[in-house]
């Protein structure tokens, strides 16, 4: 089934037109699914969901980017409306999710530079609002876990694609980091027409801040995990994993939805560590025929050699003959009821 994610365009509860405080308290403790960022009224410091509403949401390189990268959520939206974040703050306290990094030089894309990455993060200002002055803040910090190095971005209409961030170091257990304004700065390749004079002007125009995991084009599986985030010196630390991953494991589509799995039980995404396989879905080979189980009647492959280079591409049930290929070793990808990719030798 397909369930809603919340979208960017839902990403803010209320206008911004008359908004003139941000909030200097934490934005996200684990407690809510939903933030609050900034209210007309300094006097009114309680949450209040109808001067602004925050919630979280993915991206990653395959809408525009022609690659395969996506973030995968451990529980379905079953009782919660369409949200796949409530479900963690109820169970877990934290947010949770795990991604994969695909190599984009065997999903279409044609960059000189290949790249990759996922992002998790949350609009601060609605689509078609200006971006809100944030500076008085001094900075962000958060609480975090992550397989890999993550960038904290904050996201503005000038940077565009090259917006200012900070490095946090590749954490395993719960990491607390503070990082002022002066910390935060653009990449190097970022062109004329979207360079800030100092990341204090992005602050100034803040639409989001994301958790950016990018993959320098490399094959990888990880898990990033967020317990607070908030104006710089508000995040308290303290925090402990819980073992988790109970359900059937949603994988985003990057554009506010999720593909539940229709297996019913845990561990439909074998690309994620973690994550159990199906066992009635497996590739197996023998010389050049490829034997294709539990995938469906109508199953799409792509066969890749180590270069990158498409070698033969089409439909499938049940088998695919590879006569005429030479012998070696490739990479198959296919996507049926489930998306595998695995590596083979045809002999």
Request: proline content about 5%; charged content about 20%; some cysteine.
């Amino acid at each position: 089934m397909k369930a809603k994610v919340l979208t960017v365009g839902m990403a803010v509860a209320a206008s911004f037109a008359f908004a003139e405080y941000v909030n200097p308290e934490i934005w996200f403790d684990g407690t809510d699914a939903e933030m609050w960022i900034s209210t007309p009224n300094p006097e009114n410091l309680s949450h209040d969901p109808g001067i602004l509403g925050s919630y979280w949401y993915d991206l990653d390189d395959r809408k525009n980017d022609h690659g395969g990268s996506y973030i995968a959520y451990p529980y379905d939206t079953t009782g919660y409306n369409g949200s796949l974040i409530a479900p963690m703050i109820d169970s877990l306290g934290y947010l949770a999710v795990k991604y994969r990094l695909e190599d984009p030089t065997t999903t279409g894309q044609t960059e000189e530079y290949p790249y990759n990455f996922v992002k998790f993060g949350f609009n601060i200002v609605q689509m078609g609002d200006p971006g809100l002055d944030i500076s008085s803040i001094g900075g962000l910090c958060a609480t975090y876990t992550s397989d890999m190095e993550v960038w904290l971005e904050v996201i503005t209409d000038k940077t565009g694609n090259t917006p200012c961030f900070a490095k946090l170091p590749k954490a395993l257990e719960p990491t607390t980091v503070d990082k002022a304004i002066e910390d935060f700065a653009q990449p190097t390749w970022a062109a004329d027409s979207n360079k800030v004079a100092s990341c204090m002007e992005a602050f100034k125009a803040a639409r989001s801040v994301m958790f950016k995991i990018d993959g320098g084009a490399s094959v990888a599986d990880g898990e990033l995990r967020i317990f607070e985030v908030g104006p710089k010196g508000t995040c308290k630390g303290g925090k402990t994993v819980k073992d988790y991953w109970p359900g059937s494991g949603c994988k985003s589509d990057g554009d506010g939805h999720a593909q539940c799995p229709p297996c019913g039980g845990p561990g439909c995404f074998t690309k994620l560590s973690g994550l159990k396989t199906v066992s009635s879905a497996s590739i197996s080979v023998l010389g050049r025929l490829v034997t294709l189980n539990g995938l469906g009647q109508n199953v799409q492959y792509k066969l890749f050699d180590m270069q990158g280079n498409v070698v033969r591409s089409g439909y499938a049930a049940g088998n695919i003959d590879f006569g005429g290929v030479k012998s070696g070793s490739y990479l198959l990808k296919v996507k049926g009821n489930l998306e595998l990719t695995e590596k083979i030798v045809l002999k």
